[in-house]
Nanobody, 128 residues
Framework: QVQLVESGGGLVQPGESLRLSCEASGVTLDYYNIGWFRQAPGKEREGVSCRTAFDGNEYYADSVKGRFTLSRDNGKNTVYLQMNNLKPEDTAVYYC?????????????????????WGQGTQVTVST
């Protein structure tokens, strides 16, 4: 069984940075696609950044390109999202997700339906 636990969210002012972590258990992360998603009140869940293990392709939403960076530490089975120059519109609950590369080899973009295991979410609030 797969279990994901996010951490690192909080309240920050515009322009500040946060680093989200997602500790995974029950997986060998080398063989899993990874993704970060967010959902703001009244809005659809949005794919922020995804990486497919098969080819190493990475996706970033246009709204976060140049500000957010997806990374991982396979030895620690942990996925990270470094978020710099945060803006009020980044306010949302952030979720990490994984999917076996044996189930989904490649993806177009960063769709939620491409992932079957999800964390509980961590709140990020960017406000003055």
């Amino acid at each position: 069984q797969v279990q994901l636990v996010e951490s690192g969210g909080g309240l920050v002012q515009p322009g500040e940075s946060l680093r989200l972590s997602c500790e995974a258990s029950g997986v060998t992360l080398d063989y899993y696609n990874i993704g970060w998603f967010r959902q703001a009140p009244g809005k659809e869940r949005e794919g922020v950044s995804c990486r497919t293990a098969f080819d190493g392709n990475e996706y970033y939403a246009d709204s976060v390109k140049g500000r957010f960076t997806l990374s991982r530490d396979n030895g620690k089975n942990t996925v990270y999202l470094q978020m710099n120059n945060l803006k009020p519109e980044d306010t949302a609950v952030y979720y990490c997700a994984v999917e076996s590369m044996g189930t989904v080899a490649t993806m177009r973009g960063c769709p939620a339906y491409g992932f079957s295991a999800w964390g509980q979410g961590t709140q990020v609030t960017v406000s003055t």
